[in-house]
């Protein structure tokens, strides 16, 4: 498969994983399993990944009132990745690449 990674998920939630467990999310294809996952963020980031949790997220319903009447439609369902790597790896978001921190 060619890479699943879509993009980093940077929300309160997801920023509070990385800083309190050291676990990242991203978007990722829907149709990606995980082991596509671990190999993409080990080649991308350089780093080594400890496990990895995936959620399937339904897309949201919307409604819109017009002058014609109701109109109804639906977001595309998506699909994300928690991973955790070993200790003492981190990734950065900006430069693409994996740091180590001594400790």
Same mark, same amino acid.
């Given at each position: ?14 920023? $509070?994983?990385?800083?309190?467990? $050291? ?20 080649? +991308? ?14 897309? +949201? ?18 699909? +994300? ?23």
């Amino acid at each position: 498969m060619i890479n699943p990674l879509l993009r980093p998920l940077l929300t309160e939630k997801s920023t $509070g994983l990385t800083e309190k467990k $050291g676990q990242y999310v991203f978007v990722v294809k829907p149709d990606a399993d995980k082991t596509d996952i671990k190999k993409a963020v080990e080649k +991308k980031f350089g780093v080594e990944v400890k496990s990895i949790r995936t959620i399937n997220c339904l897309g +949201k319903s919307r409604a819109q009132n017009t002058r014609k009447g109701r109109v109804t439609g639906k977001k595309s369902d998506w699909k +994300k990745a928690i991973i955790t790597l070993e200790k003492g790896q981190s990734i950065d978001y900006y430069s693409n690449t994996a740091q180590k921190s001594e400790g």
